[in-house]
């Protein structure tokens, strides 16, 4: 097999950088669990590794015109044939950049981060392997392998969601995160085995051509969208299966940034991505799609508006603009959606990161707190945090206007014009959101040299000072990267849209920003702006958002508009009232009854049947009699 | 109705009546003289079915000479004053059921025969020819016969010593 | 012609039936014995109905042999009936239940 690779560099290349954090895990989790630093060099080594050859992908294949399929065969029974392989066209090599390049610098990172954590070894193992699973998951070239590969996605982001397992609600945080993922698989799965029925094999290629997708009937089509967007519901937290995301952030910080911002969530939007050709051939599925992004969006930014807790506030946020991703391609705008994509993901983990180095050094997530205590003395998170911040809102020059353009552009292009301005509405929620935290931070109020209390601050001593420093030092070097990324990325619209449209079957999505349009969101983007210095940055100012004044709206956004009360009560009326009675009814009635039934039968026949041994002859005989009897009707008969 | 046929029949009902009358009978010894008369019944309906010599053996042997080896035992074993006790007539119930399930199927077996409807032609075995029959053909079944018959012999007597003439039989 | 043959087929089953009664139901030994002589009558009488019905004296043999078995059979039983009478004083077969489980 070896040598079946090395005349093909893409495929050597491409199984390297694929397979190196696989081996990682495998290492640290069976040998150098109890060497913290050696893990964690290897995991990092191993992604950096595969970063440095997915970038030499990219330079080897960006001019190919058409995509590039490795396959082998999988499985193979009766007329189905499943495939394995990889697919390398450019929106997989730009996914794979992606995962890549944010998994690199999310790791070095955690150095900082997570040092001096008992669990150092286990966190860098499973590191690599959402690595493997996510990069996997970019280039799969059949839906069950893809599908394989999620569910491998959802496994570490379940391991690392729970990472401080010992804490109750970090577990339980995790736990939800897996159910309720699993439930979108499993529409997912369904919609594979339809689509596995129906076509003998799940090629993404052969999905998206268009030719094959046309021997469908339309019915049949839009329920395997659907049933297939399911997954994507699931993963990226769309409405209604968004509760899990807010309650994610038990894991450490660095987990948040990589998965439930930049990646893993972005896997839905994804797929999305590369069955689009799919996905567009029919018109109800597109537009149920196109309510539920507007649905998300909406919903996740009037949450993020009454929150705290600085990381909650960035899991609403990501819901928010994942819902925005899911309406540009709803719309029909693939690049719209790719772009924003790839912005996001910049920006989102900035944010992150960010938001890391305060809770690191002042162990709260409470934006309040890291407000008064000084957090905007730390100068390059603050600044980073503007930097996100900006991109997040969609300031001009940051990517984040460039890509928040290109989905109004799509959405104006629309018939009806409410999507336009629920982007519009979404697009002033998310400035104010957005600003509403910096200038929390930016503009405490009362510092902490007021209201102190003793021993509240974070590690202190010279020890703990020096820590800090080479903590910082580490820390502080993706934000930088990631910040530099968000100002510039903005500047590469037009080479990344020639390079995505080289992909049959994707119209041009780069569409032309409509003016009217253009200047309305960036006018509406500078009054949110303005109205969070208004109500937060201005000296004096009341600190009380205008949503937080009304008691209503407030219990509203901060219950996440109860959603998580609805599901609760549902799960406890249908689980427990229904089917646990149901079942335990069952168990005692019917096992544990028909159990009984039976051994009182063995014990009466026993019982019955007792009489031949009581060493009466004439029962004998009668028996003997009897069988004669039988015998003589049976040769008789016979 | 031939003479034949009605002596077949009213031969039947006799045996099968003291049959009867045997199986009910409280008294072990009135159960006997009732089967005695069976026997004798039978003896004269197998002179009816062309077997004078059988019949004769009949009479001698059957009920001859084992009913009256019965009387003999029932009256050793002094039984008509216990009769009354443990011969209670058990539960009929099983009994009776499980007989008439029997002849109902027997009857069946034969109603369903058509080869059952032959009449049966009247016929005689001179005793000599049967004799000449059975030493030509059946000498060893004979032979066994009369061997079965020394070992019971010899078992009944050993048997029935009982313990006390043992004791004395093995004092030098 | 005397009677089609399964009449006397049918006597023979009667005569076996009435044997099996007696010695099914009756809570003597000695009936018990009683009982087997008369299911050995009826199997004598069938068999010399078949001799004539297929004009063969085999049928009159086996029916000797028969009568002198039973000779054999009582003698023998009605000694062990003797005996155990002796041994346990009863003759009631319900009462030689030792072998029960």
Redesign the interface.
């Known amino acids: 097999m070896i040598s079946a690779l090395t005349p093909e560099p893409t495929l050597l290349i491409t199984a390297v950088a694929l397979s190196l954090p696989f081996l990682s895990f495998s290492v640290i989790s069976v040998v150098t669990r109890s060497h913290p630093r050696l893990s964690a060099g290897i995991s990092v080594g191993a992604v950096a590794v595969s970063l440095m050859a997915v970038l030499w992908l990219v330079v080897l294949n960006r001019h190919t015109g058409h995509p590039i399929a490795y396959t082998g065969r999988w499985i193979v029974a009766g007329e189905i044939h499943i495939r394995f392989g990889f697919l390398l066209d450019p929106t997989s090599l730009l996914m794979l950049t992606l995962v890549a390049l944010i998994s690199c610098l999310v790791q070095i990172y955690s150095l900082g981060y997570m040092a001096g954590d008992p669990g150092f070894s286990r966190y860098y193992a499973f590191q690599s392997l959402f690595a493997w699973a996510m990069m996997n998951l970019s280039v799969s070239s059949s839906l069950l392998q893809l599908y394989v590969f999620w569910e491998l996605v959802g496994l570490s982001s379940y391991l690392l969601i729970g990472f401080w397992y010992e804490k109750f609600s970090a577990s339980q945080a995790g736990k939800k995160a897996f159910v309720m993922t699993r439930l979108g698989d499993t529409a997912f799965l369904i919609g594979l085995f339809l689509l596995l029925i129906h076509f003998g094999n799940l090629d993404i290629q052969a999905l998206n051509n268009v030719g094959a997708a046309a021997r469908m009937s339309p019915w049949l089509m839009t329920v395997s969208a659907l049933l297939l967007f399911g997954g994507i519901v699931g993963k990226s937290a769309q409405f209604p299966l968004l509760t899990w995301l807010p309650d994610a952030m038990e894991g450490p910080t660095p987990v948040s940034a990589l998965l439930h911002s930049a990646t893993m969530v972005a896997a839905g939007v994804f797929l999305f991505l590369r069955l689009f050709p799919f996905f567009s051939q029919s018109e109800s599925a597109m537009t149920v799609f196109l309510y539920v992004g507007t649905i998300t969006m909406l919903m996740a930014s009037t949450m993020a508006m009454v929150q705290r807790d600085i990381k909650q506030v960035l899991a609403y946020s990501t819901i928010s603009q994942l819902g925005f991703m899911i309406m540009a391609l709803a719309a029909g705008g693939t690049f719209a959606g790719a772009f924003h994509l790839t912005t996001h993901a910049a920006f989102k983990a900035l944010l992150f990161l960010c938001a890391g180095v305060w809770i690191h050094h002042y162990g709260t997530n409470d934006l309040f707190h890291i407000g008064r205590r000084g957090g905007r003395g730390a100068a390059i998170p603050m600044a980073c945090l503007i930097v996100g911040a900006g991109g997040l809102a969609g300031l001009p020059p940051l990517s984040g206007f460039f890509s928040k353009e290109a989905i109004m552009a799509t959405l104006a292009e629309l018939h009806n014009p409410v999507w336009v301005w629920a982007g519009l509405t979404g697009a002033f929620l998310t400035a104010y959101y957005a600003f509403r935290m910096v200038f929390i931070i930016l503009f405490p109020g009362e510092t902490e040299s007021v209201l102190r209390k003793e021993g509240d601050t974070g590690p202190s001593g010279s020890l703990a000072a020096a820590h800090k420093r080479t903590h910082d030092h580490v820390m502080h070097w993706p934000l930088i990267i990631l910040a530099g990324i968000t100002l510039v990325l903005g500047f590469f619209e037009e080479p990344l849209n020639l390079f995505l449209l080289t992909r049959q079957g994707l119209h041009g999505g780069g569409a032309v920003p409509h003016s009217g349009v253009a200047y309305g969101s960036m006018a509406l983007v500078f009054v949110g702006v303005a109205v969070a210095w208004f109500e937060f940055g201005r000296k004096g100012s009341p600190r009380v958002g205008f949503v937080e004044r009304v008691p209503f709206l407030k219990a509203l956004f901060s219950n996440r508009w109860y959603l998580d009360r609805f599901y609760s009560k549902m799960v406890k009326t249908i689980l427990d009232r229904t089917f646990s009675r149901l079942s335990a009814e069952n168990e005692r009635l019917a096992i544990n009854g028909s159990l009984d039934l039976f051994a009182r039968f063995i014990v009466a026949a026993g019982r019955f049947l007792?009489f031949l041994?009581?060493?009466?002859?004439?029962y004998n005989?009668?028996i003997l009699?009897?069988a004669v009897?039988v015998l003589?009707?049976f040769f008789?008969i016979g | 109705m031939t003479l034949y046929g009605a002596g077949f029949y009213l031969l039947g009902s006799i045996i099968l009546g003291t049959a009867v009358l045997a199986v009910t009978r409280r008294n072990t010894v009135h159960a006997v003289i009732c089967l005695i008369v069976s026997f004798l019944g039978t003896a004269v309906l197998f002179y009816l079915l062309g077997a004078p010599f059988l019949a004769a053996l009949e009479v001698i042997i059957y009920a001859g000479a084992i009913m009256v080896l019965f009387l003999f035992v029932i009256m050793t074993l002094k039984m008509e004053t216990s009769s009354e006790q443990g011969t209670s007539m058990?539960r009929w119930g099983?009994?009776v059921l499980?007989g008439a399930?029997?002849l109902i199927?027997i009857v069946f077996?034969v109603i369903r025969d058509p080869a059952d409807r032959v009449p049966l032609e009247t016929a005689l075995a001179e005793p000599t020819t049967f004799g000449r029959f059975v030493f030509q053909n059946y000498w060893l079944a004979v032979e066994i016969i009369s061997l079965l018959l020394l070992v019971a012999l010899v078992a009944a007597i050993h048997l029935g010593k009982g313990k006390g003439e043992q004791m004395k039989e093995d004092e030098p | 012609m005397i009677v089609p043959y399964g009449h006397v087929i049918v006597l023979a089953g009667m005569i076996f039936a009435v044997g099996?009664v007696c010695?099914?139901?009756r809570?003597n030994l000695i009936m018990?014995l009683v009982g087997v002589e008369i299911m050995m009558n009826g199997a004598a009488i069938a068999f010399v109905g078949a001799a004539l019905r297929w004009q063969l004296l085999t049928g009159q043999v086996f029916v000797l042999f028969l009568i002198g078995v039973a000779a054999a059979e009582v003698s023998v039983g009605l000694v062990l009936i003797v005996a155990a009478y002796g041994k346990t004083g009863s003759l009631d077969?319900?009462a030689?239940?030792?072998?029960?489980?």
């Open positions: 007792s041994q009581s060493g009466i002859l004439r005989l009668m009699f009897a009897t003589i009707l008789w | 058990g099983p009994a499980l399930l029997f199927l077996m | 099996l010695m099914v139901a809570r018990l077969p319900d030689y239940n030792i072998l029960k489980w």
